[in-house]
Structures are given as C-alpha cells and as structure tokens.
C-alpha cells in the first residue's frame, strides 16, 4: 500500500516541482543516466541528484546496472527507469453503459484491461460489486505493490469527497471514492471523465505542438468538453460544466419543430429514436451526417468563443461515420467566424481513450508530485 488511504482529488497537470520534472524525463526517455538527465531536465547536476535519490529511497526510480554499456569510455554510468515491474496502480472508468478495468504500471502502460456491464440498480450496490471486481483484478498481480486508485466517471464529481452525481445513471450523492477506497485500501481520486481524458492527452501523451491551450470534445452516449491551460486542465471548484443543452439544428432527432439540445443527438437511443421516427436505419447516411453537423457546429460556437490552440476529438459519435471527421470538420469550417482555419485532431489514443482517462486519473497525483504523493 502507498501512504495512508483516502480520496484525495486528482492532479490533472503536469508537475514542475524539481521530483516531478525528473520523474517525467525518467518516465519519458528512460533508461537514462544522470548526467543526461541533468541535460533536458535543465536541472543542476546536484538537484537532480538528490531528486534521483528520493526517487530510488521512495521505490519509483530504479538503478539498472545491467544496462551499462560496457563499451563506454571512462567510468560507467548506470541507467535508470521506473520501477515497472514492482509497483502499480488500479482505475476504472464507469460508463453510462459498460466499466473499464484496467491495472497499469507507473508509465500509464496497462498491464491488463477488460471491460464489464455497467451494473443496474442503486448506486451504493453497482459501485461496490466494480470495486470488488476491480480487487479481483488487483489480487492477480500480488507480486506487485499497489500505490493508487482511479476512478473516471461521467456526471458532476465532488474530487474532494469522491462523491458522484450521475443523471444518466440515477445516482445522487454516490459514495464512489470511499466505496473503491474501502475496498481497496488505498488511496483514490475520482475524476468526471471528459476532464480524465483531456489529462491523459496532457500528461501521457504530451504533443510538443499542443499549444498553451485546448479544447477537448468527447461524443458516445454523453457528450462533454474541457479545457486544458498551460499545462492543467480546468477543473471549476463547482464541478464540471455541461455542454449537453447547446441548441444545435437536427430536426430528425427533433420531436417537434425548432432546435434541439446537443444530447438530443448523441448516443445510441437517440439514433435508434430518430431511425424510428424517420424510417432511416440508424447507420444511414441521413442521420449520421445530421449529428455529424450539429457537432461541428457546436464546437464551432464554442470554439469560436474560447479560441484554443488546439481541439482534440474522442468518441464513437466522431468516429463511427464512414467518412470520419470529415464531415464534422466541414461544419466546423462553415460555422467558424474566426479567420484562420483549425484542424479537429481525433485523440491519440483511439479505442483505448476511456482506458486512459481511468489510468492518469489513478496516476495523476503520483506525476503532479511523486515525494509528496509517496508520503502524503
């Protein structure tokens, strides 16, 4: 077990603390040696060696003398790495629909993954039987120490008490963070997941061309946004923000004249609603490109007001359509009032995405600071 077990809230940025920055070149360009580490950290050669010792006392950096090159001139360096193979962390993402479970070493890598219906009934009873099944998953690696839990869930999210709202699930109040944290004895950060998946793209796949700023869009039974600032991502101390309401012009998925809310067009049951009420297959062209439009044109109204560097895209509502983005880029193109033209980028991690949202949520507090979330 890591330090004492609690909910404690998720650190969705990237860590400048002189441990953090180290850890992360560790983690980033690892097997690696000190003195070239003293190079791209812009380090001191003594901060870095005293933030590689705490790192190696505190169990997460590990010295590999058998991969010295013995070719080398001089006195041998010794590489280090994180220690992959003896710590890890457990996460789940709690769908409207089905759970991801998942177990990953500390580079964000998971070791295993699978996913399960997400239960039905009270809140208290479904979140008990994933944590358990979540322990299940944590008992086949007992040759591995355990530092933190995660949790990425849809709806608004208390991340200091683990507490979850969930509309589309019924649940009001949900104890998730204690209820995983009780199982599992250990530590737990419960994360929205729109906000989870814009971290992973932050932090364990960082692009050098991100910008200072961007907009991350998430479209399968729900839809969502988050902001990414200099390195964090947004997270208003009143929770999430919703994007569900936004007026967009669909009317096959309209019940009655006039513009719908963007949730209106999103999901599965909507498509199925619309292919009943127009006599489309919900796959046809007709309905895919309607919802294709209305989500450009929505990103586009907020887009247009927010001004990000970058928008990043995930979600089977931007994937499923034969023709891919394109068509939600060109809606994107003709509602856009700004001048110069940017391109919907889909997110680096494809199907996995919801994978890894749960992973850098039960990652997030360990990267944001590694000593102080060691003996925190």
């Known amino acids: 077990m890591g330090p004492s077990a609690a909910v404690v809230p998720a650190a969705l940025r990237v860590g400048t603390s002189p441990a953090a920055v180290v850890f992360a070149r560790v983690r980033v360009g690892g097997p690696v040696t000190r003195d070239l580490l003293a190079d791209s950290a812009e380090l001191s050669s003594a901060t870095v060696n005293r933030q590689v010792h705490a790192l190696i006392d505190a169990g997460l950096v590990v010295e590999r003398p058998d991969l010295v090159d013995a070719g080398g001139i001089g006195r041998p360096k010794v590489p280090l790495t994180l220690n992959r193979d003896g710590l890890a962390v457990a996460a789940m993402h709690i769908g409207a629909r089905r759970t991801l479970l998942a177990v990953a070493d500390l580079s964000g890598r998971a070791l295993y993954s699978h996913a399960v219906l997400t239960p039905a009934g009270e809140a208290a009873d479904a979140v008990g039987e994933l944590a358990h099944a979540l322990a299940e998953l944590v008992a086949r690696f007992s040759g591995r120490r355990f530092l933190w839990a995660g949790v990425a869930v849809g709806g608004d999210v208390d991340e200091t008490t683990g507490t979850v709202d969930h509309p589309v699930r019924g ?6 963070g204690k209820i995983v944290q009780e199982v599992l004895g250990l530590p737990v950060s419960v994360c929205e997941h729109v906000q989870a998946m814009a971290a992973a793209e932050l932090v364990l796949a960082p692009s050098r061309e991100a910008g200072r700023s961007s907009m991350y869009w998430y479209a399968r039974e729900t839809v969502g946004m988050a902001l990414t600032l200099d390195g964090h991502v947004h997270v208003p101390s009143t929770g999430a923000g919703t994007v569900a309401h936004i007026p967009v012009q669909a009317p096959r998925f309209a019940d009655e004249p006039g513009p719908v809310g963007l949730q209106q067009v999103i999901g599965s049951a909507a498509l199925a609603a619309a292919a009943e009420r127009t006599g489309f297959s919900p796959s046809s062209p007709a309905l895919l490109d309607e919802r294709a439009r209305a989500l450009g044109e929505a990103i586009a109204a907020i887009g247009d007001a927010v001004n990000p560097d970058t928008i990043i895209v995930a979600g089977d509502a931007f994937a499923d359509h034969p023709r891919g983005l394109a068509p939600v880029q060109a809606a994107f193109d003709a509602a856009r009032h700004l001048p110069h033209r940017l391109e919907l980028t889909p997110t680096r991690f ?23 979330a060691m003996t925190g």
């Open 171 to 176: 649940w009001r109040g949900a104890p998730v």
């Open 350 to 372: 494809g199907l996995g995405v919801q994978e890894a949202a749960a992973v850098v949520v039960a990652l997030s507090v360990l990267y944001a600071d590694p000593l102080v």
